[in-house]
């Protein structure tokens, strides 16, 4: 990457340090309502959307492990990530902020990391509590790439795939004096980005272990694979009617510096075959299981280790995969493919068993320290605004819970509800390519986000409801949103109706 590494991990190692916490500060409350802290395994994948568990519906995958966590806790079905993107999303995870607190909307480590935000980093939320705070897998967060410390963990492996299911369950078959926080953050199904559309195998050379998850099954015809075995295209592979031109943008993620471009009609994408993207949704779910049956392998040893009935897992992913809807790879898009993810919460006998909540709008990144803070009795850091979820998850309900949340895209700011997604691209990201700058999707009516009813005048109160409701959640989460997606009625009068 085009980063003065050196230099500024220097710096990011020299801010961790101030950031000491006393482990009286959290530790006083740190009990679970019977007596006894509970471990917290946190259980990470790598652009996994919320479709991509068998538990979910999708029959053309087996995540047996990932259902078990389902089947003895609480799935929620309406989660999304403070950004779609691994970097950011991942900070909102560790430190319970949204990434615009930072300047971050693309994966980036060169940033300045607030003191009063670092104080309170899971890790060192947690290890102030009294925890052994350990990390194994992909890091990936600002100013720590590939180091946890200044977030609070100790890191005991950076493998990320077979070696990092093994590395964990060797130290959870350890013997633990005090309760533990360990991270287990897999690569998986991250590796699907070197799977192209119109050269699946492309990525095999640098990927070895990427032929087996294209291979089809030996003994099977072509036919009968694509008949039967291969997942169908999506049902919204056409691509959005009237899509803001900004959201086409194409960049590199490793480099959001540079400038990003229009991704071409006639790109390799659109140039692939029926089968060639349907070969890349076979690829998807292999690499899916495969980190299924890694995330089994730390789940037997905690089992095995008699360590199950006294441990909270959290289960989740940075972001998701558009998996081809509406002709598009990878992530950051306001699409409901890369915007909603896996979230899990289970412990056995403390969380209802099977339950699926699709009504509550979750943030996997903001709710995370608050809901494992609850379940272990540690004290939530004052002036974090996620919620836990913990009353969901055991059976209650929560009268107030919130009614929108928002997502933060590269070059867009966005909020979901219930009813609608809604994304305002900034005024530089596309500004020769026309408009409309603003996505809105009517999720009753259009679940499949086929059409931007940004400029259709039937939506025009939903349009204004939508921007009231950006620039509102903004303010009432003590964040701030920037003068470039605020847009009224006035400055896109003529984006609200169709030329």
């Given at each position: 990457m085009n980063y003065r590494r050196r230099e500024f991990l220097k710096k990011a190692a020299a801010l961790a340090a101030p950031f000491a916490l006393p482990k009286a500060l959290y530790g006083a409350q740190a009990k679970a309502a019977g007596g006894e802290r509970p471990n917290v395994l946190l259980?990470?994948?790598?652009?996994?959307?919320?479709?991509m568990l068998s538990c979910a519906g999708n029959p053309w995958l087996k995540t047996p492990n990932m259902d078990s966590l389902a089947a003895t806790g609480a799935r929620f079905a309406c989660a999304f990530p403070g950004n779609p993107v691994c970097v950011p999303s991942r900070w909102t995870m560790m430190s319970g902020v949204m990434p615009s607190r930072i300047g971050m909307d693309a994966n980036r480590d060169e940033v300045t990391l607030p003191p009063e935000v670092m104080e309170h980093t899971l890790g060192r939320i947690f290890g102030a509590a009294g925890y052994e705070t350990v990390y194994g897998?992909?890091?990936?967060?600002?100013?720590?790439?590939?180091?946890?410390?200044?977030?609070?963990f100790q890191i005991i492996t950076h493998q990320v795939r077979n070696e990092l299911a093994q590395i964990c369950a060797d130290w959870l078959r350890q013997k633990h004096e005090r309760p533990f926080l360990m991270v287990a953050s897999f690569m998986n199904p991250h590796d699907i980005c070197a799977v192209l559309p119109a050269n699946p195998t492309a990525g095999v050379d640098r990927m070895p272990w990427l032929a087996e998850m294209i291979r089809p099954p030996e003994g099977v015809s072509e036919e009968e694979f694509y008949r039967t075995l291969c997942p169908p295209l999506p049902e919204n592979f056409a691509p959005t009617e009237d899509a803001p031109p900004a959201l086409l943008l194409a960049g590199d993620e490793e480099e959001p510096d540079k400038p990003r471009r229009r991704v071409p009609k006639k790109d390799a994408a659109a140039q692939a075959t029926d089968e060639q993207w349907r070969l890349r949704r076979w690829a998807y779910a292999r690499l899916t299981e495969w980190v299924d049956a890694?995330?089994?392998?730390v789940l037997t040893a905690l089992r095995e280790s008699g360590l199950a009935e006294k441990t909270l897992v959290a289960f989740a992913s940075d972001h998701g995969e558009m998996d081809g809807a509406h002709h598009l790879t990878t992530k950051g898009k306001p699409y409901e493919e890369a915007i909603r993810v896996p979230f899990i919460v289970s412990w056995p006998g403390v969380t209802a068993a099977g339950r699926v909540d699709s009504t509550h709008l979750v943030s996997s990144g903001l709710d995370l320290i608050p809901t494992l803070c609850d379940f272990a009795g540690v004290s939530i850091p004052a002036g974090l605004k996620g919620r836990s979820v913990k009353p969901l998850a055991t059976g209650g309900q929560v009268a107030d819970w919130r009614t929108s949340l928002a997502i933060e895209i590269h070059g867009a700011r966005g909020l979901r509800t219930e009813r609608y997604m809604y994304a305002a691209y900034g005024e530089g990201e596309a500004p020769d390519l026309g408009e409309p700058r603003e996505f809105l999707t009517d999720l009753k009516n259009d679940p499949?986000?086929?059409?931007?009813?940004?400029?259709?005048?039937?939506?025009?109160?939903?349009?204004?409801?939508?921007?009231?409701?950006?620039v509102a959640w903004y303010k009432e989460n003590g964040e701030t949103l920037e003068p470039q997606y605020r847009i009224n009625g006035e400055e896109a009068k003529d984006t609200s109706r169709r030329e």
């Open positions: 259980i990470l994948t790598d652009q996994q959307n919320a479709s897998g992909k890091v990936h967060l600002p100013g720590a790439f590939s180091d946890p410390s200044i977030y609070g890694n995330i089994g392998q499949q986000e086929m059409r931007n009813v940004a400029r259709d005048p039937a939506y025009r109160e939903a349009l204004d409801t939508m921007r009231a409701g950006l």
